[in-house]
């Protein structure tokens, strides 16, 4: 492959050398770097790419992309300077991949909480519905029926469009990706073409990346912006912030609600442990999912459904034989007729949601245990509100460890504790050991009482002091709810 042929739509100031240059691969990490590569400069939040130009070059690098030219230019290396290196990394990812794209409906699902339910079930009905799927996910990414690990919400442009040109190679059809208010900010989407856009809810969370809550706003704003004439955008209305998200798209505006007016309208006629019996545009449906937060859900899966060209009917079947995603509002029963439910809550607006589902669903003869944590390293400001959410909301409260990363997780657990207030005092405990947590919250329960397991849902590890030690909150549960049994 030559130079000239990836720079479409780069947005070039500088070239130094030539762009008939023959090309191996595009890489941003100067450690990856073979000979005849690309190595764009990427300004990163631990590192700055530009300090590793040399490098690269000496790993036989022969082109460079950065935003500012180094002071010495080696002869015989290209060195091309733009405006933004994350945005060039896209548009060249894109380029060298063949623009895949292009070559199939990709869908982008973005907002703070549902992105993975959403995603993971829009691909479970279309390929019940026949059809060859793609998915991008938090979870994982599926090329049709094959499964790789994810390591991020919105995976680097690299990884981006090499997993669609997979898709597109292997004849797929639809592909859902999560979008990340990180992935928009660093340019990771640029150069998609996307046949639609999703956009769930807006709550506090990652305002320790984003330094106020309206740039974290406005980022997921932009990806509407970008949507192109062709695409659908479609919204929650019910949403203080949904319809600021389709003020500037050129895309067709499309809305969903349960309480206000929208093209795409549902009411909860049941809802129970079992399931929720949803009113969807005059048509009933039974489903397995619970809770008003799946009911958003659903009725974004439908409208997207629809708008992609499946028939109304036909989707509401398939919305019926949906299961929950993994760590979404898993839930078991013990033989002692104890409930355990793991939900991958991590922000305020998660776990009141899903502790307000419990609550409407239980007759409170039962009591309610939560047991819940906080990330280290990451926003600190939500750590007071989830604890005062998590003991307000229930009977009896554990907080303990979650990912303390390279934070104490006593000083994560003391943040946590500003926010119980005096009269929920005595029934909440600390407990740093996660497991330990965990069977304090069983060895409490008794017949018919449920147990929360909030923060990690479907991650099975715990990550401290930069190690990941093996951790599964539901399986963790379910064997110690067996012991409680012998």
């Known amino acids: 492959m030559i130079l000239k042929d990836i720079l479409y739509k780069v947005a070039i100031e500088v070239v130094k050398g030539s762009t008939e240059t023959a090309i191996n691969k595009i890489e941003f990490d100067s450690r990856k770097i073979q000979q005849d590569d690309v190595f764009v ?21 022969t082109v460079i992309v950065c935003d500012t030219m180094p002071e010495i230019i080696v002869t015989g290396i290209t060195y091309i300077q733009v405006k933004d290196t994350n945005a060039a990394l896209a548009f060249l990812a894109s ?24 995603a993971s079930l829009l691909y479970q009905l279309f390929k019940k519905a026949g059809y060859k799927v793609g998915l991008l996910s938090t979870v994982k990414i599926l090329v049709d029926d094959i499964e790789y690990k994810a390591t991020h919400t919105t995976p680097d442009s690299l990884t981006i469009n090499h997993y669609l040109a997979e898709m597109s190679a292997a004849g797929v059809e639809f592909c859902f990706m999560e979008v990340s208010s990180h992935g928009v900010h660093q340019k990771r989407t640029e150069g998609l073409q996307f046949a639609g856009g999703v956009f769930t809810n807006l709550s506090h969370d990652h305002l320790d990346y984003h330094a106020t809550f309206a740039e974290y706003r406005d980022v997921k704003k932009s990806f509407f912006d970008h949507l192109p004439k062709t695409a659908f955008a479609l919204t929650n209305i019910d949403d203080k912030n949904g319809s600021l998200m389709l003020q500037n798209t050129t895309a067709r505006k499309l809305t969903y609600a349960l309480k206000s007016y929208a093209d795409y309208k549902a009411q909860i ?63 078991i029963v013990s033989d002692q007729k104890i409930t355990a439910i793991v939900d991958y809550a991590h922000t305020p607006d998660a776990l009141e949601n899903v502790l307000k589902t419990i609550n409407d669903i239980r007759s409170n003869n039962e009591e309610l245990i ?14 007071p509100i989830m604890a005062h959410i998590a003991t307000s909301m229930s009977n009896k409260v554990i907080i303990t460890s979650d990912n303390p990363r390279t934070e104490d997780p006593i000083d994560i657990i003391a943040d946590m504790e500003k926010g119980v207030e005096p009269q929920n005092h005595k029934k909440t405990l600390s407990i740093v050991d996660r497991k330990q947590a965990i069977k304090t919250a069983c060895q409490l329960a008794r017949p018919n009482d449920i147990i929360l397991i909030a923060g990690k849902g479907h991650e099975t590890y715990q990550e ?10 539901m399986k963790t549960v379910k064997e110690l709810l067996e012991q409680l049994n012998k």
């Not at 401290?464 to 909150?473: A, E, L, P, S, T």
């Open 370 to 383: 939560t047991v819940v944590g906080c990330g280290g390293d990451r926003d600190k400001t939500k750590r």
């Open 41 to 61: 400069a990427i300004r990163g939040t631990v590192s700055n790419g530009h300090d590793f130009v040399e490098k690269a070059i000496n790993q036989g690098a």
């Open 464 to 473: 401290i002091q930069g190690v990941r030690y093996d951790f599964d909150d």
């Open 95 to 118: 380029n060298y991949y063949g623009n895949p794209s292009q070559n199939l409906k990709l869908v982008g699902i973005t907002g703070t909480n549902g992105k993975t339910t959403i």
């Open 269 to 331: 006629l049941e809802n129970q442990l079992s399931g929720l019996l949803l009113k969807i545009n005059e048509n009933e449906v039974w489903v397995r999912l619970i809770g008003t937060f799946n009911a958003y859900n659903l009725l974004a899966i439908y409208g997207t459904a629809v708008e992609l060209g499946l028939d109304k009917l036909e989707v509401l079947r398939l919305l019926s034989e949906l299961e929950s995603v993994s760590g979404r509002f898993q839930f």
